[in-house]
T-cell receptor, first 115, second 116 residues
């Protein structure tokens, strides 16, 4: 149980375009979903926390207009990187938490490369 | 401020031996959770084990156990009988109490290499 999927797993796009990443909880309802960014050989950096039906809470220094988060249902959250630039190239990983505990279950991640 | 410290950037262990990965934390919250995750080269984060701050006994999950010393604010992960497949990055994380959506704070990670 507690499976989280993420799509796409890899994406290459041109500078200036927008990219949407989907995060789905497959076998449970996710009370809260989280979006992280990870640079090579570094730890995970929390970008934002999202709850179904409400606006996401962004961490300090994360541009909310750049990284649009939509938590449309209890099983789906999306992250849209708008007007992507090469410095946005990174590994983006989502996690989901059910209402039974604190554990976050992570998706497999999305590797974004902006040319 | 919440802080998680993993002081071992890299560790080596011989196959079939036990290994301890260190994690210390700093928080003023009375209620918190401690977690360990494994991240292989593929990038996925695999949940290993959880310890609640009020749990009296140390958590165990198969070959994983968490050596929780509350007074010392440490939550070390012990892997018994290491296997080649255990080679990966390991992250310690702490969650705050429920009012903050259980946001996680991650340590910098320890890269474990299991030698045959």
């Amino acid at each position: 149980g507690a499976v989280v999927s993420q799509h796409p797993s890899r994406v290459i796009c041109k500078s200036g375009t927008s990219v949407k990443i989907e995060c789905r909880s497959l076998d449970f309802q996710a009370t809260t979903m989280f979006w992280y960014r990870q640079f090579p050989k570094q730890s995970l950096m929390l970008m934002a926390t999202s709850n179904e039906g409400s606006k996401a809470t962004y961490e300090q220094g994360v541009e909310k207009d750049k990284f649009l988060i939509n938590h449309a249902s209890l099983t789906l959250s999306t992250l849209t990187v708008t007007s992507a630039h090469p410095e946005d190239s990174s590994f983006y990983i989502c996690s989901a938490r059910g209402d039974w505990g604190e554990t976050q279950y992570f998706g497999p991640g999305t590797r974004l490369l902006v040319l | 401020a919440q802080k998680i410290t993993q002081t071992q950037p890299g560790m080596f262990v011989q196959e079939k031996e036990a290994v301890t990965l260190d994690c210390t934390y700093d928080t003023s919250d009375p209620s918190y959770g401690l977690f360990w995750y494994k991240q292989p080269s593929s990038g996925e984060m695999i949940f290993l084990i959880y310890q609640g701050s009020y749990d009296q006994q140390n958590a165990t999950e198969g070959r994983y156990s968490l050596n929780f010393q509350k007074a010392r604010k440490s939550a070390n992960l012990v892997i018994s009988a290491s296997q080649l497949g255990d080679s990966a990055m390991y992250f310690c994380a702490m969650s705050r109490s429920r009012y903050n959506f259980n946001k996680f704070y991650f340590g910098s990670g320890t890269k474990l290499n299991v030698k045959p």
